[in-house]
């Protein structure tokens, strides 16, 4: 029922429409408004009363955040600010409220349109700081954007060195050669798709070899898996001592340990560290000596470049963090933190070296592209569901499902793109297009029709949020599909890939097919298919159980046949269907027939014996619930079903899958 039936029954119900005498209020009128958003609307309503009656105005549908006012004198104030993103944004404008003004007796409704115009946020790009770097030593980090509206952001660089890349990921990388020492800025862009821009420079200083250099390395790491970061030294002159002082997030590093070994510094005498919170960060001391005054002399770090030290840490396994470069960093508390000493005792301040901060790329391995609803299924029709309500109504997904969601692999998370993307994926079929029912699912039943022309309608006992049918050996094509008017609001999407058709039927808008039984779409023309499997969701995107009615031709089958098992593989209930006819033999013969359906296992041996008896000629089916004749469940593994009628012997293979 729309809103304004609504109204109008509440108002004859309520005496609004009475045929007293007594006239209701009159609203003065309020013309069409536009509001920014983030903007304040503020609409004025005054209403009065002809016999001068007291009048009370309220508002029917306001929004959660609005704020309205009875002044009580037959005026009220209505304020509202409309937020940037999300359904009481610019993208379900216009909005329609409706305002009451009643004297307790009869009442009045006014509607005011109020049109949102969009206002995009620029996106803000995010830099690391000016970087330090010797010839022949690599620079990476990463280049990334925020934007306030959630939008697809593109990034571009401008005036690259000779070199340089900015690859996946947004990942900037450069080795400079001896001859790009200097000073070099480069330029970058962040758009997003409403043409929203931010521009920022990244200076890069590519210090001579005469100057000293002390980088973190950059290594790429899977969520919740485990990554040895160096720190490595350029150093001109001989070196005998360092004291540095590493800063780490602990809620994305754990630190495992620190070594030395295999780097230049691997045979010093006096090498520690130690850990200490500071705020919400942690700090790694390390202090090395390459010689202590004793009988055994060991000589300082001759001039060159390398680690001299490694960090070992196991990463989170928070998949928000995926596809970022988590930093790992320098930090300078005392005045010798990050210093260095020559072999001759000589203190080398921070002011004499270069510094280059570093990190983790993290990486996620357990990302399932497709998979929104986190059934461990991707690119099914419930994925698409749950992605649309997202982009809709703004109903959130968790970190999982982010990730899950990027399906066409450009970098952002929950968007049209990648909807439009999900919907071509799933039509072009390749993986599972449907579940196997189990007994926490929710069970519709989906009735085929084949009198005249075939038929699919549903019963459902919740609302369902889309359906995918997946018609094999038929040349389908979309125009034979037509839909119906039953569930105004759905969308219709088909595919054909040789002998396999596709349709489903989903809602972008966030739609729903309402409970009950309601018809679907009919296959006109050339409708014959050897089979179909059909998956069904909720209005929420969980996948649920199919129970198939077939309601077949009233003209009985002349011949024997036997049908695949559906599903196939099954856990633990697979349903098969039979046709008893006529002896091939005899014009018409409708006297009972003996027939044996009994299951086997893979060595021969009878399981079940599912039908024994005589059987008029029909069209049949019967449930196997995956147990023996004792009642006891079997195993996983292949079994065979054997339908025996008269001389007719037909086997099929099924798989039992737990």
Known sequence: MNIMLWVSLWLILSGGLSYSQNLPPAFDPVGACYVKEGETLNVNLHAKDPEGNTVKIWVLNSPPDALFSDHGDGSASFRWVPEFIGPWSSSQSPFEFFFVASDQDRNSLMKVMVNVINVNRAPKLILPDSSGIGPHMELIFQVRAEDPDKEEVNIKAFDLPHGASLGGENIFSWTPGLADTGQHTVTFEAT????????????????????????????????????????????????????????????????????????????????????????????????????????????????????????????????????????????????????????????????????????????????????????????????????????????????????????????????????????????????????????????????????????????????????????????????????????????????????????????????????????????????????????????????????????????????????????????????????IGSKKTEAADNSTRQVTLKVYNILGRSVRVLVDEKKPPGNYQVVWDGKDQNGEEVSSGVYFYKLRVDDYVQTKKMVLMK
Request: hydrophobic fraction near 35%; aromatic fraction near 10%; charged fraction near 20%.
């Open 192 to 579: 997003d798709l409403s043409g929203g821009n931010d521009k920022k420079e990244a200076h890069i200083r590519v210090v001579p070899p005469s100057h000293y250099v002390l980088n973190i390395g950059i290594e790429e790491a899977p969520v919740a898996g485990k990554v040895k970061i160096p720190i490595n030294l350029s150093n001109p002159d001989p070196v005998s001592g360092i004291e540095l002082l590493i800063q780490y997030d602990p809620s994305t590093y754990t630190f495992l340990s620190l070594t030395k070994d295999s780097t230049r510094a691997s045979d010093w005498e006096y090498y520690v560290y130690r850990e200490r919170a500071w705020g919400l960060f942690q700090l790694i001391k390390i202090v090395g000596i390459s010689d202590f005054p004793n009988a055994h002399s060991t000589p300082p770090l001759s001039p060159g470049y390398g680690p001299i030290a490694y960090l070992n840490f196991k990463m989170t396994s928070n998949t928000h963090f995926a596809k970022l470069l988590i930093p790992l960093e320098f930090y300078y508390f005392d005045l010798t933190d990050n210093t260095l000493s020559n072999f001759w005792g000589k203190f080398i301040s921070r002011d004499m070296i270069n510094f280059s901060n570093g990190g983790v790329l993290l990486e996620s391995e357990n990302t399932l592209l497709g998979d929104i609803n986190l059934n461990g299924i991707p690119f099914d029709v419930g994925d698409a569901v749950r992605l649309a309500l997202s982009l809709t109504y703004g109903t959130s997904l968790n970190q999982q499902q982010l990730l899950n969601s990027d399906v066409n692999q450009d970098g952002s998370w929950a968007t049209l793109a990648d909807l439009i993307y999900l919907i071509m994926r799933i039509q072009e079929g390749g993986l599972a297009p449907y579940a196997e029912p189990n007994p926490q699912m929710e069970v519709v039943e989906v009735g085929i029709s084949t009198e005249s022309i075939t038929s699919f309608s549903i019963n459902s006992q919740k609302e369902v949020g889309g359906a995918l049918f997946v018609f094999k050996g038929t040349n389908l094509d979309s125009e034979n599909v037509k839909l119906s008017s039953e569930i105004e609001g759905m969308e219709l999407y088909t595919h054909r890939n040789g002998d396999e058709f596709t349709a489903m039927i989903v809602s972008t808008k966030g739609k729903y097919i309402s409970p009950g039984n309601m018809h679907l779409f009919t296959l006109e023309g050339e409708e014959n298919f050897d089979s179909v499997e059909i998956s069904v969701c909720d209005n929420d995107g969980n996948l649920m159980g199919v129970k198939k009615i077939y309601e077949e031709p009233s003209n009985l089958p002349t011949g024997y046949t036997l049908s695949q098992n559906y599903p196939n593989p099954f856990n633990p209930v697979t349903c098969i269907r039979y046709a």
